[in-house]
């Protein structure tokens, strides 16, 4: 299978999260879109690495997920305070920075 | 092999995208990167489609399925008033998704429309991965440690349960105001310590990185 192929699928997955991310208001699955473009970007390294038989860019979407995984963690901590202090979990009304 | 993982991927994507309840989002997420291994597994990256299923469809999606199950997967309209990103977020997507398409089948790369160049018989392999990441690229490699360890706390921090929280968010501006040069430490224990710690780690992180960069490159 070409290379081209993968490069599309992975430039699909990364809009479809593009739509999510914009048009969710659920901060738990605007954190799961973001994952969706992480790894529509993580397929196009990979092909890469494939296309050009190195394996810096296998190192490199080992390392998204290295960021991903903490972004998840800090993500989840911060809706769970959320939750904990009855604010609303809406991105929209969750709109100001103050404590 | 492609077709049905290609599809497999996409579905789980609009999945997690278009269904209301939370948790079938996540379940749908989950579905999306094990097709998403099996592709990784047709590019000849072994030890990429071993770690995404055990790490991310594994342990990272049980966290998820923690978090909604503690949040409670409310059933939500999508945009009941219909805003204006309702319409504007699949339209700047799908110009996003045609921009891409044009310039990866645009460009110019020779190698773009063949199975992709010769590889070496242990490339993605474990030991391969291995000794890259020992080797060549041994900063990121610390760098990414220093980051898990640094989320780690931020994330402890941050979601830890708060007793008396007005009066402590109180003390703690003025400790914030008065009292900077205590550290990290004194910080922490008041209510606004989410905000100040991990700077400290971060800049810790980076200054104590700075002096083996030379080193780790050789």
Known sequence: MDVSWFLVLSAFIFGIGAAGVLSRRNPLVVLLCLELMLNGANLALVAFARMHGDGGGQIFALIVMVIAACEVAVGLGIIVAIFRRRLPVDVDELSDLRG | ?218
């Not at chain 2, 199950?69 to 939500?76: F, L, M, N, P």
């Not at chain 2, 020779?110 to 018989?121: E, K, Y």
Request: proline content about 5%.
């Open chain 2, 1 to 218: 092999m492609f077709f049905v993982a290609g599809i497999g991927a996409l579905g789980g994507a609009v999945g997690v995208v278009a269904l209301r309840n939370p948790f079938y989002s996540v379940l749908a997420l989950v579905a999306h990167l094990v097709c998403l291994a099996v592709l990784f597994l047709l590019l000849q990256a072994e030890f990429l489609a071993a770690a995404q299923v055990v790490v991310y469809a594994g342990a990272v999606m049980v966290l998820y399925v923690f978090v909604v199950a503690y949040v409670g997967g409310s059933d939500e309209p999508l945009r009941p008033e219909g805003g204006a990103l309702r319409v504007l977020g699949p339209l700047f997507a799908f110009v996003l998704v045609a921009e891409l398409c044009i310039a990866l089948l645009g460009s110019s790369l020779s190698l773009i429309d063949s199975q992709g160049g010769d590889v070496p018989a242990r490339f993605g392999t474990p030991a391969e991965i291995g000794s890259l990441l020992l080797q060549k690229f041994l900063v990121s490699f610390e760098a990414a440690s220093y980051l898990l360890l640094v989320a780690a706390v931020g994330a402890v921090v941050l979601a830890r349960r708060r007793r008396g929280l007005e009066e402590d968010e109180t003390s703690g501006l003025s400790t914030e105001a008065g009292g900077q040069p205590k550290g990290a430490p004194a910080a922490a224990k008041s209510a606004g310590g989410a905000g100040t710690v991990r700077p400290s780690g971060m800049s810790a992180t980076s200054s104590r990185l700075r002096p083996e960069a030379p080193g780790g490159n050789h």
